[in-house]
C-alpha cells in the first residue's frame, strides 16, 4: 500500500480522537499540558493497537473470502466513515456529557474512537497487506492531532469539531472507492 493512502487512512482513522481531543480541551478550560499529553498518549496507543487485533482476526478469514475481499474493504470503510459523518451532527449532544477525564473515562472514550481502527485492520488483513507501517503512523498522527486537538480545544472551542469529523469520514469513503476500484480495474 502507498505511504500517501497509509496517511489518509491515519488521518481518516484520527479524527474521531482529535474531534474528542478538542471536547477534552474545551472541558479543561485552561491548558495543561500533562493532561494534553496523557489525552494524546491513550488516543494514539490505543489507534495503534486496535488495527492490529482486527488484523489478527481477519488472517483467519483471509482465505474463506479471498475472492470478495475489495468490495469487504470497501463496505468496512463506506461504513466506517458514514457513521463518522452520521455522527458529527451528534457531536454536541455527546460531548456535553462528559465533563471529566478520569482514567476509566479515558479508557472508554480511547476504546470507542479506535474501533473504526478494528474495522481498517481487519481490512489490512483481507487484503493480504502489511500491518506494522500503518499502525506506526496511525498511531503516530493520532497521537499528535490529540494534542493539537486538546489545545484547539482550550483556544477555539466547538468552531471545527464537527467539520473535521465529515473530513475523516469522506477520506475513508473515498479509500474504501479507491480500493474497490483498483481491484475491478479501473484504477
Known amino acids: 500500500m502507498e505511504l ?10 484520527a479524527m474521531d480522537a482529535f474531534a474528542v481531543s478538542i471536547a477534552s480541551g474545551i472541558a479543561m478550560k485552561s491548558l495543561r499540558i500533562s493532561r494534553a499529553l496523557t489525552i494524546a498518549f491513550f488516543f494514539g496507543s490505543f489507534q495503534a493497537i486496535m488495527p492490529v487485533i482486527g488484523w489478527l482476526a481477519g488472517l483467519s478469514l483471509r482465505d474463506l473470502i479471498s475472492s470478495i475481499d475489495h468490495w469487504i474493504a470497501f463496505g468496512l470503510l463506506t461504513a466506517v466513515g458514514g457513521k463518522m459523518i452520521y455522527e458529527a451532527f451528534k457531536i454536541e449532544e455527546t460531548e456535553k456529557e462528559v465533563e471529566t477525564f478520569s482514567l476509566y473515562i479515558l479508557l472508554i472514550l480511547s476504546v470507542a474512537t479506535s474501533i473504526d481502527a478494528l474495522a481498517v485492520g481487519l481490512s489490512f488483513a483481507i487484503l493480504d497487506l502489511s500491518i506494522a507501517t500503518p499502525v506506526l503512523i496511525t498511531g503516530t498522527v493520532t497521537l499528535v492531532l490529540s494534542f493539537i486537538g486538546v489545545v484547539v480545544g482550550v483556544k477555539f472551542g466547538h468552531l471545527f469539531e464537527s467539520k473535521i469529523e465529515i473530513l475523516g469520514g469522506i477520506i475513508l469513503i473515498g479509500i474504501g472507492a479507491k480500493i474497490l476500484l483498483e481491484h475491478l480495474g479501473y484504477l
Open 4 to 13: 500517501l493512502t497509509i496517511l489518509f487512512i491515519a488521518l481518516g482513522l
